[in-house]
Structures are given as C-alpha cells and as structure tokens.
C-alpha cells in the first residue's frame, strides 16, 4: 500500500523545511497527531527516534533512516507483518517563492495488504490533514504569524 499527497505552498522552502522538522509541534498544526516526541536528544539526524501517539492508534516509533537537509527526510516504523516507511520532501516551486511538498506512505510486509485494507481510508486521510496543516504552518511563519496557527477542523 502506498499513500502520496503533493501540496503548493505559497510560503518558501525554509519555512516549509522549518515547520516539517519541528516534529514536536506537529499535533499545534495537525489533528491527525496527539503527541510527538524525540526519544532522543539530537533532534533530527540518521538513526534519531520519534514517538508518535494518533487518534485511535497506538503510539509507534519512528526511525529517521535517510536525511538530505533543507530537503527530505525519511523514517520508518515497524510492527509485525508490516514495515512502513514516511517520506517527506519540499522543493521550490516556481518563480514566486513558494514550494511543493510531497508527504508519502509506504506499507510493505506480509501483512501490509490487511493493514491497508483496514486502515487506507483513515491513513490516507490522516497524510492529507498532515500536508494541508503543514501547509498553514508554514505560510503562517513565513507571513509573520506562527502562533496564530491552529488545526483545521476536519
């Protein structure tokens, strides 16, 4: 199972690459997180640890596995059956300063079919909220405005 969303943002890709990597805040801008933490200390880097705690899921643990600065960076959570690796990536768009960025999901495993058909429809739901608040966050800091930014209703 895979899950993408892209999004045009009109804020730049330092305020994007900004609000993405502030992974403590996600749940401020995203209903479809409840909490957020490093387990570890250094923040976002190769081999850093995330846990993350969504509405109507356990909490998992991410593992950041690849990392290209100001750019992307991935992360992977196991669980039996099913290995699921995040995607997240912002690029320039165009010659008005804003940006693209591209959130995805990827499920593989032999149990990754099931999970899939019983999660898609909220997964994918769940990657959507995740870009468009995203989204806000970011044209909110880059307009000045980064503690007006609340979640959408959803």
Known sequence: MRFDTTVQ???????????????RRWP?????????????????????RARIKQPGTPAVTWTVTQLD???AFVWEASSP????????AV???????????????????ALAWLVGALTGARTR????????????????ASAGRADE????AG
């Open 69 to 71: 600065e100001g750019r």
């Open 91 to 109: 690029s320039a768009a165009g010659d008005h300063g804003g940006s693209t960025l591209t959130l995805g999901l990827q499920q593989s495993g």
């Open 149 to 152: 930014v609340r979640p959408a």
């Open 9 to 23: 943002t009109d804020a730049p890709v330092e305020a994007v690459w900004a609000a993405l990597v502030d992974v």
């Open 28 to 48: 401020e801008w995203t209903e479809s997180m409840q909490d957020v933490r490093w387990l570890d200390d250094d923040g976002l880097r190769v081999g850093a």
């Open 81 to 88: 059956g099913v290995t699921t690796v995040g995607t997240h």
């Open 125 to 140: 739901r769940f990657v959507q909220l995740e870009a468009d608040g995203l989204k806000r966050a970011a044209e909110s």
